[in-house]
């Protein structure tokens, strides 16, 4: 299958301050990327479908401004959360698929902790 | 009424049974299936797929898929204390074929020694 790399693996950051999240897929050129976040003890939620050279599509009730994607190559999307703040604190995970490519393969996360 | 659903469990076996994860989905348009096993605080890696209804055997792992009646399983055989986990099914495909992977809430599986 695909792999995807994310990086930071964890970051800490003060309330209020920006983050950036690389989800990078290293053999497969993903014309469509997803973001995911995932709180304590529930499940995956989609949160926008990131689509190289063009706007990334939100979920329901997803901010996209306060989250802010950009798929500009076929190998990279990056996730930015703005202005953070505690409850922002979370497991993002990207993945690859979509398109001709049935099957998601997943990054292995970035835990990301608002102070 | 949600799009995919599983039983939260806990699922406890013993180990060497057979552990049998179930979910079932609304969208009759759905044509692929997904099972992911994901450890704690870990991303979910990838299991099996399945695409047509009947079977597919991958090792210790069955998945099983029945579209007139809407069911996903998967069967672990000689189940591991190492297969305890939270197990996603996870379909795609339906309503729109946005390529959205519609996730079950996931199923936890003990593998008790």
């Known amino acids: 299958g695909a792999v995807v790399s994310q990086h930071p693996s964890r970051v800490i950051c003060k309330s209020g301050t920006s983050v950036k999240i690389e989800c990078r897929s290293l053999d497969f050129q993903a014309t469509t990327m997803f973001w995911y976040r995932q709180f304590p003890k529930q499940s995956l939620m989609l949160m926008a479908t990131s689509n190289e050279g063009s706007k990334a599509t939100y979920e329901q009730g997803v901010e996209k401004d306060k989250f802010l994607i950009n798929h500009a190559s076929l190998t990279l999307s990056t996730l930015t959360v703005t202005s953070a703040h505690p409850e922002d604190s979370s497991f993002y995970i990207c993945?690859?698929?979509?398109?001709?490519?049935?099957?998601?393969?997943f990054g292995p996360g970035t835990r990301l902790t608002v102070l | 009424q949600k799009e995919v659903e599983q039983n939260s469990g806990p699922l406890s076996v013993p180990e060497g049974a057979i552990a049998s994860l179930n979910c079932t989905y609304s969208d009759r348009g759905s044509q692929s299936f997904f099972w992911y096993r994901q450890y704690s605080g870990k991303s979910p890696e990838l299991i099996m797929s399945?695409?047509?209804?009947g079977d597919k055997e991958d090792g210790r792992f069955t998945a099983q898929l029945n579209k007139a009646s809407q069911y996903v399983s998967l069967l672990i055989r000689d189940s591991q204390p190492s297969d305890s986990a939270t197990y996603l099914c996870a379909g795609k495909g339906g309503s729109g074929n946005t390529g959205k992977l519609i996730f079950g809430q996931g199923t936890t599986l003990q593998v008790k020694p």
């Open positions: 399945i695409y047509s209804n």
């Open positions: 993945s690859t698929g979509g398109g001709h490519t049935d099957t998601q393969y």
